[in-house]
């Protein structure tokens, strides 16, 4: 089966920079998406890691180690919309379904 | 990227009857999926749905509960029956436009049980 853990919330100030970690144990390994949802919104597509290494967009870089089973979402110069949960994600088998990470509820403060 | 309708966007329903969830998109896509999530929880997927054919469902989710229709490439229905306070969830479709691409998500059906 596949599990992904993540820390259930970080706090954060405003103009600071956060890093959310995410582990997972997967049989069979695609690659590491990041999606992020606001309360009462729909989850969006962030990043998508299939390799090692950075993946930067804009404020937003995304990390794979894949012989650590880790990544993590670094998000910079933070704003107050970043509030929301971040969720790690890993597509299984052939038809891409996705397994998600338990979440991450990010608070941006000022 | 595609944009997807999701139908009702919420409901309150009562026990025992059923509701029927609609996902439109205004392209075509390869893949579709149907997401449930629990108040205060991660996102589990409930099944693929194929075009033409049964969708196939993951472990705990059974077609009984979840029968999901799929007659074109740009549109998808979940019923979810037999409502129990349980099945109170956001319940969400989402699309990929082809195998191993990031999928795209509807806005999603907040669903009550009285």
């Known amino acids: 089966g596949q599990s992904l853990e993540q820390p259930s919330e970080v706090t954060a100030v405003e103009g600071a920079i956060v890093q959310i970690n995410c582990t997972y144990q997967t049989s069979g390994f695609y690659g590491l998406s990041w999606y992020q949802q606001h309360d009462g919104g729909a989850p969006t597509f962030l990043s998508y890691?299939?390799?090692?290494g950075l993946e930067e967009t804009g404020r937003f870089s995304s990390f794979l180690s894949r012989s650590d089973s880790y990544g993590y979402l670094l998000l910079q110069e933070l704003q107050m919309k970043d509030s929301a949960s971040y969720f790690c994600a890993v597509p299984t088998g052939t038809a891409s379904k996705l397994t998600f990470g338990t979440g991450t509820r990010l608070q941006v403060t000022l | 990227s595609a944009v997807i309708s999701q139908k009702p966007s919420r409901d309150i329903c009562q026990r025992g009857t059923s509701l029927t969830i609609q996902c439109q998109v205004d392209?075509?896509?390869?893949?579709m999926f149907w997401y449930r999530q629990q108040p205060g929880q991660s996102l589990t997927l409930i099944a693929t749905?194929?075009?033409?054919?049964?969708?196939?469902?993951e472990s705990g989710f059974v077609i009984d509960k979840f029968p999901i229709s799929r007659p074109n490439l740009t549109f998808s229905t979940l019923t979810v029956s037999n409502l129990s306070p349980e099945d109170s969830s956001i319940y969400l479709c989402?699309?990929?436009?082809?195998?191993?691409?990031?999928?795209?998500f509807g806005d999603g059906t907040r669903l009550s049980i009285l």
């Open positions: 989402s699309v990929s436009v082809e195998n191993n691409q990031p999928q795209h």
């Open positions: 392209s075509q896509v390869t893949m």
């Open positions: 749905a194929n075009q033409g054919s049964e969708a196939t469902y």
């Open positions: 890691n299939a390799l090692d």
